[in-house]
């Protein structure tokens, strides 16, 4: 069973870092404009958010998840998250001069890079829906080998969606070198595009439910 959990665990981990939504978009965004140190600051915030639904779903809360996935005010506070970030994707030039920054503001940069992840992450509907499959696909191991077996299972999931995650961030730094600056700016901006649609079909598919 212990080998069978850590395989479904990184098949189940590397469905969830391919998946294409918004978060994956700010996360190639983040590291191609910003590096990929940002980049796997940005990858820890996501890692911290899922670690947390992945208590969640050990603890036995699935009706809590069930609860967020289909929560109004979860959706209409992810969907205003991710519209104001992609507007500032759109609208603001991304910095791409290379300077050494102060100890200080590297310090705010890591912390606004890596709570972006985890805020981002944490208010997309999407991420309970997502940790509801994972708790199916795993409910087997559950029922066979208690806690023990669905922490395990748990675990190698974060740990393949994480290295997925800085894989991803240290390849979309390579392209930082050979795209030029017209293109990265182009990048940022359909990064943009996608992640302010995706937060304004949230906001307006909530309120026609609201409406109903």
Request: charged letters at 15%; aromatic letters at 8%.
């Amino acid at each position: 069973m212990v080998i069978e959990a850590i395989g479904k665990g990184m098949v189940v981990g590397m469905g969830l870092a391919f998946a294409i939504g918004p978060v994956f978009f700010a996360l190639l965004d983040t590291s191609i404009t910003r590096g990929f140190k940002a980049g796997a600051q940005f990858a820890t915030g996501i890692l911290l958010s899922d670690a947390l639904y992945a208590l969640l779903f050990w603890l036995g809360v699935g009706s809590l998840l069930q609860g967020l996935s289909h929560s109004v005010w979860l959706s209409v506070a992810g969907g205003a998250i991710l519209l104001a970030l992609g507007l500032t994707a759109i609208f603001k030039k991304p910095d791409l001069r290379r300077h050494h920054l102060p100890n200080r503001s590297r310090h705010r940069s890591r912390l606004r890079s890596l709570g972006k992840g985890f805020v981002l992450n944490t208010f997309n509907p999407g991420t309970s829906v997502v940790w509801l499959g994972a708790g199916a696909a795993g409910a087997d191991l559950a029922a066979a080998g208690g806690h023990g077996l669905q922490g395990l299972y748990s675990a190698v999931i974060l740990a393949t969606t994480f290295g997925t995650d800085l894989t991803k961030a240290y390849l979309a730094k390579r392209l930082n070198r050979v795209l030029s600056r017209r293109n990265l700016i182009i990048v940022n901006r359909v990064a943009g595009g996608i992640m302010a649609g995706a937060g304004a079909y949230l906001i307006l598919t909530t309120c026609q439910r609201l409406a109903a």
